[in-house]
């Protein structure tokens, strides 16, 4: 799949402003970004339910209408209507009869774990399987391009446990997967690669440990008796936060092996170091944050796009 300088504004205010990206066969990708980022436009153009103002699309060759008609690309999108009076297995079926080449309909309640309440009716379904449900729908179009926006928002710890497994497995037979999501666990486990929204704008690209170096910042933990002042003193020590219960001290350090390096050869008492690398949770804050200052927002801004 292929993006080539896409555009999209609404009354004049841009939602997508000019992304270009490429999406190789068999690759697991993370679409992240705040609410307002532009990431359910993006997905909108995508699957050709949203057209650009300016730029293309191309899904396989193929205009993203023409992609979805032919099962190319499916989407498992936020909140999908369902029909109640209908069974589940009723429902995959009739998905299925709409695809030129569908995976048996048995195979994909299968790996959504429905098969055990196939027959049941879709209104007296839990929010967790509802939302299987419509994973259900998307694989039976049997696509090579899969685009799951907030796949695991309904489910518990075991369910979206369960739901990942089973997306390895369809990815591991060379299918394509997008995902969206704000659970940033699912991003370092599942991932191959990371692409960040901010704005409008595509600020960071790469896999999940390139993200997290481009904030340069690691953190330090050391149980010490020094005072704050000498710990924000050794090098590359730009933050100290300290627990002063257990004398530990978290040291927020832009040059890691420099910090360590010189709190061994110094005089201060220090025990229990561990040294963090930077977590994709704190990579993703700063590069959003970055970004909506360089448009001319400010923190207050980010705080709402993200509450």
Request: hydrophobic share 45%.
């Amino acid at each position: 799949m292929r993006l080539r300088g896409i555009v999209k504004s609404y009354d004049g205010v841009p939602a997508v402003r000019g992304i270009d990206l490429d999406f190789a066969v068999g690759e697991t990708v993370a679409l992240l970004g705040p609410n307002g980022a532009g990431k359910s436009t993006s997905i909108g153009m995508m699957l050709g339910l949203i057209t650009p103002d300016s730029g293309e699309v191309a899904v396989g060759g193929l205009r993203p209408r023409d992609a979805v008609a032919a099962g190319v690309i499916a989407a498992m999108l936020q909140d999908t209507g369902l029909m109640p009076g209908v069974r589940v297995g009723e429902l995959v079926r009739l998905a299925a009869g709409l695809h030129p080449q569908p995976l048996h309909p048995d195979a994909a309640l299968e790996l959504a774990d429905l098969a055990d309440v196939s027959r049941r009716r879709v209104d007296r379904l839990s929010g967790g399987q509802s939302q299987r449900l419509r994973f259900a729908i998307a694989i039976v179009a049997n696509p090579q391009i899969l685009i799951l926006d907030e796949p695991t928002r309904a489910l518990d710890v075991q369910g979206r446990a369960a739901f990942w497994i089973a997306m390895r497995a369809y990815a591991s037979t060379g299918r394509t997967i997008l995902f969206a999501t704000h659970y940033l666990d699912e991003v370092d486990e599942n991932a191959a690669r990371v692409v960040v929204l901010s704005h409008g704008s595509v600020v960071a690209d790469g896999d999940p440990a390139a993200i997290r170096s481009r904030t340069g910042v690691s953190v330090v933990r050391v149980s010490i008796r020094a005072g704050s002042a000498a710990c924000a003193n050794l090098p590359g020590v730009i933050g100290v936060t300290r627990d002063n219960t257990h004398d530990r001290v978290a040291l927020r350090s832009t040059d890691p092996d420099a910090t360590v390096r010189a709190l061994a050869a110094s005089t201060l008492e220090w025990r229990n170091l561990q040294v963090n690398p930077p977590s994709l949770d704190e990579s993703f804050l700063s590069l959003t944050r970055d970004s909506l200052t360089r448009d001319g927002l400010n923190q207050d801004s980010l705080t709402q796009e993200l509450s």
